[in-house]
């Protein structure tokens, strides 16, 4: 039976005989093809379905490692900013863990499953008049202040427990991709993938892909290489203007012959969409810039015809429904609760 990251790893990771055994079984996630648009843009492309994790989204595999550390090291609370997935993730575990849980969110920008999450998971939550980067800031400082350990990826334990990714990827194909797709928000998921690949072809040679991250055009800070100060996208995930591990990002890029370029969010709606419509899986738009950046890059040659591409879908679709509903060409036909009207409002559609 799978027992989590912490067991499945624990050689791998800064795991001791103090180390608590947390766990809500994250990992172990599906690698799936995605034969439709592989064919569509000729390439041979996966999706790593993060928004299988217990919460829904990637932030599980880092944040286990962060509060199985937190609590090793005897802390009793724990805080983090985040712009929803990483206050959803931190709230089931110091849930499970028993500690108390603080989270700062930008004032009405955080999708509403991922609100709904820190409701229900008990966390105290504190919804600023600012943005994702104002709030990173601000919890830096009280972690320095006060005796409460921060959760966010500038802690390094987050990035050990998100490297186990790359691990998985690497088992699933039997080689590294020539290409890993990932959305760049704070820039912390491609630092770890990056970390997890270079370990892994350390034990077993399994080789190293390509890093290729897009960040979303309205908050491409590492693109346009300066400080974005009022960041702006519809993909609320990744609406981060200072990402705290720019320079990693920009490391993993140049160290594995990658790229970090960015995606508009209209071509992070059609890859929403095209995925959703053409391969059957639901991932949230911000983890839809790994697609849409794919389509970039193959049109315009920097990923060549044949490659194996692994697109890394982040989080979970159901995680923002308005987002769904609100960009959807699909509207629900209404109509009375009678037979003959719905045979009617259906012809047509079943000849
Ligand atoms: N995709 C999703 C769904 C995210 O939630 C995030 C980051 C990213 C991509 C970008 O990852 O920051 O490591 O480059 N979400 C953080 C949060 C900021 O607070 O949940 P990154």
Redesign the pocket.
């Known amino acids: 039976m799978w027992q989590g990251l912490l067991h499945q790893y624990r050689d791998l990771l800064p795991v001791t005989d103090q180390t608590p055994a947390l766990t809500l079984h994250e990992g172990n996630t599906p690698l799936l093809p995605i034969p439709t648009i592989s064919k569509e843009f000729g390439i041979e492309g996966y999706v790593k379905i993060?928004g299988a994790n217990p919460t829904g989204?990637?932030?599980d595999r880092g944040m286990v490692m962060a509060m199985a550390k937190a609590i090793e090291e005897g802390s009793k609370a724990v805080i983090?900013?985040?712009?929803?997935?990483?206050?959803?993730?931190a709230a089931a575990f110091a849930a499970r863990a028993g500690l108390r849980c603080i989270v700062v969110?930008p004032d009405g920008k955080?999708a509403q499953g991922?609100l709904a999450q820190a409701v229900m998971y008990g966390a105290e939550i504190f919804a600023i008049k600012g943005n994702?980067d104002q709030a990173l800031q601000m919890v830096r400082k009280i972690a320095e202040e006060e005796p409460i350990t921060l959760v966010?990826?500038v802690n390094p334990y987050r990035i050990e427990g998100?490297k186990t990714a790359a691990f998985e990827v690497c088992d699933a194909l039997g080689e590294a991709p020539d290409v890993l797709s990932?959305?760049?928000?704070?820039?912390?998921?491609?630092?770890?993938y990056w970390k997890g690949f270079k370990e892994y072809h350390d034990k077993h040679g399994f080789g190293l892909p390509k890093m290729v991250?897009h960040e979303a055009s309205g908050s491409a800070a590492i693109v346009r290489n300066q400080v974005i100060e009022e960041p702006e996208t519809l993909?609320t995930?990744?609406r981060?203007g200072n990402?705290?591990?720019w320079k990693k990002?920009i490391q993993a890029k140049e160290e594995s012959g990658g790229l970090i370029d960015e995606v508009t969010d209209d071509e992070i709606v059609e890859a929403y969409q095209l995925l959703a419509e053409k391969e059957g899986v639901f991932?949230?738009?911000?983890?839809c810039?790994s697609i849409a950046g794919m389509i970039k890059q193959v049109k315009a040659g920097t990923i060549p015809q044949g490659s194996k591409v692994v697109h890394?879908l982040?989080?979970n679709g159901l995680?923002d429904p308005v987002t769904a509903i609100d960009t959807s060409p699909v509207k629900p036909t209404v109509i009375e609760n009678d037979f003959h009207e719905f045979k009617s409002a259906l012809s047509g559609v079943t000849t």
């Open positions: 993060e989204s990637f932030k983090c900013a985040s712009t929803g997935n990483t206050s959803a993730s969110i955080i991922k994702f966010n990826s998100q990932i959305p760049v928000g704070n820039a912390g998921n491609i630092t770890a991250g993909a995930a990744i981060i990402p705290a591990s990002a991932a949230e738009p911000a983890s810039a890394v982040t989080g995680k």
